[in-house]
């Protein structure tokens, strides 16, 4: 079985401040691993990817991630947060190979203050 | 990415009666997939829509209840059968392209049973 972790329900962050969101996961094998965002009112959106290769990935906005196998960690971050980033941040998993489908985290949300 | 839309985008609906939503994709996809999401809560997927033959249904999901239909590779319905209040939820169409792994999101569709 796959599972995510989000350990925050809530990130709070200053605007122009670094913002970090947490997650980990658990794949029996290699993992992909997903952030979406969702504003208010509004669908899921994709914001980037791990398949393979090198551990930081960016994404839209300005986000990136790191993968870190170790510690089965896929972290979302930010240099600069700006207001317009809060919203509820999902982290999502599924194993590489063969069928499977997408675990999402049980979401996280960003408040970033003016 | 894939432009999805889903009608209706919300809708009340009274206990006992069925309603049917349906996502559109802008082109061929390989896989559809429709989500759950309830009052603040993460997103739960529902099953997967096979073309051509019944859908794959997660455990906790059965046809009678949420019987799907993908007649070809743009288009599905998902139909929320004799609803209760506990089925008011976000209902999310979701498709996978192709290779790339990324899987996008519909708008969603609001459900409200009374």
């Keep these: 079985a796959q599972s995510v972790a989000q350990p925050e329900d809530q990130v709070n962050v200053a605007e122009g401040n670094p913002l970090t969101v947490k997650c980990t996961y658990s794949v029996s094998g290699n993992p992909y691993l997903f952030w979406y965002v969702q504003y208010p009112n509004r669908g899921l959106q994709f914001l980037l990817k791990y398949i393979t290769g090198d551990n930081l990935v960016k994404g839209s906005y300005g986000f990136e991630a790191e993968f870190n196998k170790s510690q089965t960690s896929f972290h979302l971050k930010k240099p600069s947060a700006l207001v317009s980033d809060s919203a509820l941040y999902f982290c999502a998993v599924r194993v590489a190979s063969g069928y499977s489908t997408l675990t999402f985290g049980k979401g996280t949300m960003l408040l970033v203050s003016p | 990415s894939a432009?999805?839309?889903?009608?209706?985008?919300?809708?009340?609906?009274?206990?006992?009666?069925?309603?049917?939503?349906?996502?559109?994709?802008?082109?061929?996809?390989?896989?559809?997939?429709?989500?759950?999401?309830?009052?603040?809560?993460?997103?739960?997927?529902?099953?997967?829509?096979?073309?051509?033959?019944?859908?794959?249904?997660?455990?906790?999901?059965?046809?009678?209840?949420?019987?799907?239909?993908?007649?070809?590779?743009?288009?599905?319905?998902?139909?929320?059968?004799?609803?209760?209040?506990?089925?008011?939820?976000?209902?999310?169409?979701?498709?996978?392209?192709?290779?790339?792994?990324?899987?996008?999101?519909?708008?969603?569709?609001?459900?409200?049973?009374t």
């Design chain 2, 3 to 113: 432009v999805i839309s889903q009608k209706p985008s919300r809708d009340i609906c009274q206990r006992g009666t069925s309603l049917t939503i349906q996502c559109q994709v802008d082109s061929q996809v390989t896989m559809m997939f429709w989500y759950r999401q309830q009052p603040g809560q993460s997103l739960t997927l529902i099953a997967t829509a096979n073309q051509g033959s019944e859908a794959t249904y997660e455990s906790g999901f059965v046809i009678d209840k949420f019987p799907i239909s993908r007649p070809n590779l743009t288009f599905s319905t998902l139909t929320v059968s004799n609803m209760s209040p506990e089925d008011s939820s976000i209902y999310l169409c979701s498709v996978v392209r192709d290779s790339s792994y990324e899987q996008y999101f519909g708008p969603g569709t609001r459900l409200t049973v």
